[in-house]
């Protein structure tokens, strides 16, 4: 894994003890396929998931019932830093989202 998907990686990781702390949400799947396949192949599977259905991934809604996109995963694809990451179309649906 090179340096940027590392952190990006474990800026989810991050995010996702910081949403079981303060919004008791522990989202057990998503913890599970991140160990198993990383945080970018992560992002991309549940992103191509929601683009193909023309929704959003369960972890996205219920973040947005509470009120905290910020520990979004798209959220972090946003970001200026990790956009090298992945596509234009998978970050343009993630802006979509959270400007939606």
């Known amino acids: 894994m090179d340096r940027l998907a590392f952190r990006f990686h474990n800026e989810l990781i991050d995010k996702m003890h910081i949403a079981k702390k303060e919004c008791h949400y522990n989202p057990t799947r998503f913890n599970q396929m991140i160990s198993e396949i990383g945080g970018v192949e992560t992002a991309k599977k549940l ?3 929601a683009m ?9 809604r219920t973040l947005y019932i509470l009120n905290r996109l910020d520990l979004t995963m798209e959220d972090s694809v946003c970001k200026e830093e990790y956009q090298t990451l992945f596509s234009k179309e998978l970050i343009e649906y993630c802006r979509h989202l959270l400007n939606g």
Request: aromatic share 8%.
């Open 47 to 49: 992103i191509d998931k």
């Open 52 to 60: 193909r259905k023309g929704d959003c991934s369960d972890g996205f």
